[in-house]
């Protein structure tokens, strides 16, 4: 396939994104309501997904575009520590469900990213989420997989294939983050 084609794919992909605006805003909502709630918004996925984790987390704590106060975001990605003990002690499948039931708190967002929806640490995590009363929100691709039916909101985005559905999770999640500092810049 040549450049250009790849870039079509991108530029179709990305048409048939610009659909899921309501479905965008209600995930806006989530963020903004948890966010004034003083709770958190935690991410977590596996391979890329774990890179966009750990960058969404550090757009809110740090700096997405505007000067702002620090929104309260972590990536159940990002200790090596724990993610080894865990996996090694309890398997991997646990790696988030055990962070989420030790940080999480009642009210907080769980944002579960992964391209297929049937990672099975992502489902074993969504699962704690909704004992503790976290939200549970999805950016898969457009099966949704299992994950989808687990969600309070799953964004859905428009491929099968997981190189195209994680370019367009990085959009919006930066979509996302945009909003929530806009709308949160006074407040916190
Ligand atoms: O980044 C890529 C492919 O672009 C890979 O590292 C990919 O994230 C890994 O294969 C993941 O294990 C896929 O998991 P998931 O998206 O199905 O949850
Ligand atoms: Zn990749």
Same mark, same amino acid.
């Given at each position: ?15 048939? =994104? ?11 909502? $989530?963020?903004?309501?948890? =966010?004034?709630?003083?709770?958190? $918004? ?57 962070? =989420? ?32 009363? $976290? ?54």
């Amino acid at each position: 396939m040549s450049f250009e084609n790849y870039c079509q794919t991108v530029v179709e992909n990305f048409e048939a =994104l610009g659909a899921l605006e309501k479905v965008m805003e209600n995930a806006a909502d $989530i963020w903004v309501q948890a =966010l004034k709630r003083g709770n958190k $918004i935690i991410f977590c996925g596996n391979g890329g997904s774990a890179s966009d984790s750990q960058h969404l987390a550090a757009e809110l704590v740090g700096r997405y575009i505007l000067e702002r106060d620090s929104l309260p975001s972590i990536a159940l990605t990002v200790d090596t520590s724990a993610l080894t003990a865990i996996a090694n002690d309890y398997g991997y499948d646990q790696v988030f469900a055990r962070q =989420l039931s030790g940080l999480g708190k009642s009210g907080d967002v769980f944002v579960g990213i992964t391209t297929s929806g049937n990672s099975a640490n992502i489902l074993a995590a969504a699962k704690v989420a909704r004992k503790m009363g $976290i939200s549970v929100m999805g950016f898969t691709g457009q099966s949704g997989g299992k994950l989808a039916e687990v969600c309070d909101l799953c964004i859905k985005v428009p491929s099968d294939a997981t190189n195209h559905i994680q370019e367009m999770h990085i959009a919006v999640g930066h979509y996302l983050c945009g909003i929530a500092e806009n709308r949160l810049r006074d407040e916190v």
